[in-house]
C-alpha cells in the first residue's frame, strides 16, 4: 500500500507499525524518525523559522480572519505519489493541513484515494488511532501489540505516582507570546506522571491564560514546550519571561523548577506521548523515576533573579 502521511504523528504512527517503506510522501514537520525527511514533501508551513513566538501568532491570526491556511500542497509531489491512503487530520490547522483542503486537492487531481482522518483529544485517543490506522494497513494484529506495549509503559508510570505523597501544581506552557496552558492529552500526561495541571482542559483545546491567572495558581513546576519550536528556540524566548510582572514571585521560579523540553514528546499525538508522560514523572518525582529522560529532551532553567541559566536535566 502505497501511504501518504500529512501530519507528522501519523509519520511516527506509520513507522512505530513497520510500514516506513510504504510512505510515498509526508509532511516537511516530518523529521522522526530520521528516515522519514528523506520522503518526497508534499506538505509546507508558510511561516520562516526565524520568526519569533508573537511574530508566529500574530501571522496565525492573520490566516484565520483572512480564510488563508496556513500550509500549503504540493499537488504535483501528491500527483507522482498515487498514494492508496491518506493520513490527515483535523486536530490542529495550525499545526498541519486539514482533511477538508487535503480531500479537495486529490478531487482536483481526480485522485481517489482512501482517507484516514485523525482529530484525537486524549492520550487513549492516540493509542485508538495508532490500532485504526493499523487495521486500515491490514496489520492490525502487530498495532495491537505496539499499544500493548505502549500501555505497559504507562501502567509502569501510574503505578509509580499512585501513592506519592505530593502532586505539585503544574503549569504546561505550549506557546510564549501569549502564553497558552496545554489542552487535550497534557492533563492527563501530568496526572499520570503524579502532577496537578493547573492551568489546562483535559481533553479541550489549548487556552490562554493572563498572567494575573497564572499567578494566582501559584505553579510549583513550569513546562516550557511550544508546540513546533525547538529547545533552541525556546532558550532565545525564554528570557522574555523574566520581566512579566510576578514572575520571580512563582514558587517554580523560585525553586529553579522551571524546564524547557522538547515539544515533540508533548504536543505530536504519536507514540512518544508515552515518552513525555515518562519524562513528566522524572521532571516531578526524581526519587522514583530515573533514566526516563532522552538525551537533550530538558533543560532545567534558572530564570530567577540574576543572570538566566540553563542546564541539561538530569546533569
Known amino acids: 500500500m502505497r501511504i501518504c502521511s500529512l501530519q507528522s504523528s501519523a ?81 490542529c490547522h495550525v499545526c498541519a493541513v486539514g482533511s477538508g483542503e487535503v480531500i479537495q486537492a486529490f478531487h482536483t487531481l481526480e485522485l481517489k484515494p482512501q482517507f484516514v482522518v485523525l482529530a484525537p483529544a486524549t492520550l487513549w485517543d492516540v493509542l485508538d488511532n495508532i490500532q485504526r490506522v493499523g487495521q486500515t494497513v491490514g496489520v492490525g494484529d502487530h498495532a495491537e501489540k505496539v499499544v500493548a506495549q505502549l500501555q505497559h509503559r504507562i501502567r509502569e508510570v501510574a503505578e509509580g505516582t499512585m501513592l506519592v505523597n505530593k502532586r505539585p501544581r503544574v503549569f504546561c506552557m505550549e506557546w510564549i507570546d501569549p502564553p497558552m496552558a496545554g489542552g487535550h492529552w497534557m492533563s492527563e500526561m501530568i496526572w499520570l506522571a503524579g502532577g496537578v495541571d493547573i492551568l489546562g482542559r483535559h481533553g479541550l483545546t489549548s487556552v490562554q491564560p493572563t498572567w494575573e491567572g497564572i499567578a494566582a495558581c501559584q505553579p510549583e513546576v513550569i513546562i516550557i514546550q511550544p508546540c513546533g519550536l525547538d529547545i533552541p528556540r525556546t532558550l532565545r524566548e525564554v528570557q522574555s519571561l523574566v520581566k512579566r510582572d510576578g514572575w520571580h514571585k512563582l514558587p517554580a521560579v523560585q525553586d529553579n523548577q522551571v524546564y524547557a523540553v522538547d515539544p515533540v514528546y508533548f504536543t505530536r499525538p504519536g507514540p512518544r506521548l508515552v515518552t513525555g508522560t515518562e519524562i513528566l514523572a522524572q521532571i516531578l518525582h526524581p526519587e522514583t523515576f530515573h533514566g526516563l529522560i532522552p538525551h537533550g529532551a530538558v533543560m532545567q532553567l534558572g530564570l530567577g533573579k540574576g543572570e538566566p541559566s540553563a542546564k541539561e536535566y538530569p546533569g
Open 11 to 91: 509519520t511516527e504512527i506509520v513507522y512505530a507499525l513497520g510500514l516506513g517503506s510504504q510512505l510515498v510522501a509526508v509532511t516537511d514537520r516530518c523529521d522522526y524518525p530520521p528516515e522519514a525527511s528523506k520522503k518526497p514533501i508534499a506538505s509546507r508551513g508558510i511561516f520562516s523559522g526565524d520568526l519569533s513566538s508573537g511574530e508566529i501568532d500574530r501571522a496565525v491570526n492573520e490566516c484565520v480572519q483572512s480564510g488563508r491556511s496556513t500550509h500549503i500542497l504540493d499537488k504535483e509531489v501528491l500527483r507522482a505519489a498515487r498514494p492508496d491512503l491518506v493520513i490527515t487530520q483535523d486536530l
